[in-house]
T-cell receptor
Framework: GENVEQHPSTLSVQEGDSAVIKCTYSDSASNYFPWYKQELGKRPQLIID?????GEKKDQRIAVTLNKTAKHFSLHITETQPEDSAVYFCAASTRYSSASKIIFGSGTRLSIRP | DAGVIQSPRHEVTEMGQEVTLRCKPISGHNSLFWYRQTMMRGLELLIY????????DSGMPEDRFSAKMPNASFSTLKIQPSEPRDSAVYFC??????????????FGDGTRLSIL
C-alpha cells in the first residue's frame, strides 16, 4: 500500500526566511497531493494541493512542487510570518474506480522565530 | 456551508464505558472518513465510507471499535468497552469523490476523548 514519508519532523526558521518541507511517496499511481496546516488545538485545514499533471503550483507565499519520476513533492513557504507556526501534513492519494484514500505524512512542526 | 460537524467536542469517561462519537458531513459530500490523532502515532485513518458503504476499515484498531453510516448525513464511531489507550482526538472528514478525480477532505473540529 501507499506510504508517505515527511521530513523534517521539526523546523525552526527566522521570521522572513523561507521554509521547505519535503515528502516522498511509494505508490506510483498516486495522483493527488494535498497539504494541510494544523494549528494547536484545531483541525487540519487544506492550504494547497497539486495533481499529478502539474509540476508546480503557487498561491501567494505558498508553493508546492512535484517530481513524479522521483516520487517526491515539497512545500515552500516564503517570507515566513509568526502565523505560519503550525504542524504541516503532506498527503498522497490514488483515485480508483470506487474508492479513494489519502495517506498522510507524519507531520512537520514549524516554528517561526521572531 | 456549515462544514463538518462533530459531537461532542470533549468527552471524559471511565474505562469500560461505551463511547459514541457523531459526525455530520458537508451536505452533498459522498465520502466520509474517521481519523484518530495522537502524539505518538500521528493522524491515522480508521475507516472510510463512500456513498454510505464502508470501503476500507483496515485502520480500525480492534473489535472494540465500530462505525456506521445509516444515511448520507450522519455517521457514528463507537468504542465499547473503552480503554485508557483510546484517549486521542478523533476527527471526521468528508469529501466529494468524483469518478477518477480526487477532491480535498474537509475536517471537523474533532472530539477530544479522555478515558480515565
Amino acid at each position: 500500500g501507499e506510504n508517505v514519508e515527511q521530513h523534517p519532523s521539526t523546523l525552526s526558521v527566522q521570521e522572513g526566511d523561507s521554509a521547505v518541507i519535503k515528502c516522498t511517496y511509494s505508490d506510483s499511481a498516486s495522483n493527488y497531493f494535498p497539504w494541510y496546516k494544523q494549528e494547536l488545538g484545531k483541525r487540519p485545514q487544506l492550504i494547497i494541493d497539486i495533481r499529478s499533471n502539474v509540476g508546480e503550483k503557487k498561491d501567494q507565499r505558498i508553493a508546492v512542487t512535484l517530481n513524479k519520476t522521483a516520487k517526491h513533492f515539497s512545500l515552500h513557504i516564503t517570507e515566513t510570518q509568526p502565523e505560519d507556526s503550525a504542524v504541516y501534513f503532506c498527503a498522497a492519494s490514488t483515485r480508483y474506480s470506487s474508492a479513494s484514500k489519502i495517506i498522510f505524512g507524519s507531520g512537520t512542526r514549524l516554528s517561526i522565530r521572531p | 456551508d456549515a462544514g463538518v460537524i462533530q459531537s461532542p467536542r470533549h468527552e471524559v469517561t471511565e474505562m469500560g464505558q461505551e463511547v459514541t462519537l457523531r459526525c455530520k458531513p458537508i451536505s452533498g459530500h459522498n465520502s466520509l472518513f474517521w481519523y484518530r490523532q495522537t502524539m505518538m502515532r500521528g493522524l491515522e485513518l480508521l475507516i472510510y465510507f463512500n456513498n454510505n458503504v464502508p470501503i476500507d476499515d483496515s485502520g480500525m484498531p480492534e473489535d472494540r471499535f465500530s462505525a456506521k453510516m445509516p444515511n448520507a448525513s450522519f455517521s457514528t464511531l463507537k468504542i465499547q468497552p473503552s480503554e485508557p489507550r483510546d484517549s486521542a482526538v478523533y476527527f471526521c472528514a468528508s469529501s466529494l469523490i468524483r469518478q477518477y478525480s480526487n477532491q480535498p477532505q474537509h475536517f471537523g473540529d474533532g472530539t477530544r476523548l479522555s478515558i480515565l
